[in-house]
């Protein structure tokens, strides 16, 4: 670990902190030519049945899959919130790491306040995870190595980071929400560059079967944050008929636009440390559909 790197991300952390309840224009209401969620990122954009929609059917679309992204966000960042909390605890006070990880769990708990903030904001009902991603989610966040965590932990930080940019660089989104993404790409800048550095040594020193593993962990993990944003309930609420048919033909349009937008980064992450192998390339092909 870059001991001086760390050390100047936590002086950034505590000489420039970006407090939501300044830093974005909470005031501002949507204008009438605002949407919530870039097209390119919403399930059904590039099927036939999308110019089938009316405008207020397309916003409204948006609007509850972006709620839907930033709860499903919350919900991760909280659960490593606990992880981290345990992990802290096996180490010295002035361990760099230690130190880190304090800085780390307080912009975390700021960003949580800030997507229920926004979710409030957009008047959002998130849909609540289903039991498979609960037990997953706990489980994986109690029992798996902190090395195996922080792997899972920079890929889905990686894909938060590409909706952030997609979303804070269109012109016509929500301008709160351009705001509150800006707000998370600056702070989660800091916390992948961590979680690269920490995973250094472990990577360094893995092994073909650790580094198989590793690579699991990440097509996992991104495989579980993918499922929870395409939900049939949306269709429903925005008054398609069929939406049991919707959410089919909307999961598969999704899972090749998210494959197309959100896995460079990643791919490239995983390739540094040779994590694409015979034993694991197939399956990120079969399951991420993954360009590998």
Known sequence: MDVKEIERLIKISKERPLLPEKYIPWEMEPAPEDIFLPEIL??????????????????????????????????????FCLFMTRHILTLPLDNIEHRFLLRELIEEFRHQEMFGEAISKLCGQPIRQSGIHKFLGE?????????????G????????????????RANNVYPVLRK???????????????TKSFLKSHAAKAGYIKR???????????????????????????????????FKIATKNFKKKFSET??????????????????TRWAWRWVL????
């Open 289 to 292: 559909d993954a360009k590998v």
């Open 212 to 246: 198989t593993l590793y690579s699991y962990v990440i097509l996992f993990n991104i495989l579980f944050v993918r499922t929870m944003y395409v939900k049939k309930e949306i269709y429903e609420r925005i008054g398609l008929e069929n939406p049991d048919k919707v």
């Open 139 to 151: 489980f994986s966040n109690k029992y798996l190595p902190a090395d195996y965590l922080f792997m």
């Open 180 to 194: 509150m993404f800006d707000l998370h790409n600056i702070e989660e800048g800091r916390h992948i560059l961590f």
């Open 42 to 79: 919403t399930s059904l954009q590039g099927l036939e049945i999308y110019d089938t929609l009316t405008p207020a059917q397309k916003l409204e679309l948006g609007r509850h899959e972006l709620v839907q992204v930033i709860a499903s966000y919350a919900w991760g960042e909280c659960l």
């Open 153 to 168: 932990s920079v890929s889905v930080e990686l894909v938060t980071d590409i909706y952030g940019n997609y979303a804070r």
């Open 262 to 279: 959100c896995l460079k980064d990643i791919i490239e992450f995983v390739d540094e440390w040779k994590g694409f192998n015979l034993l």
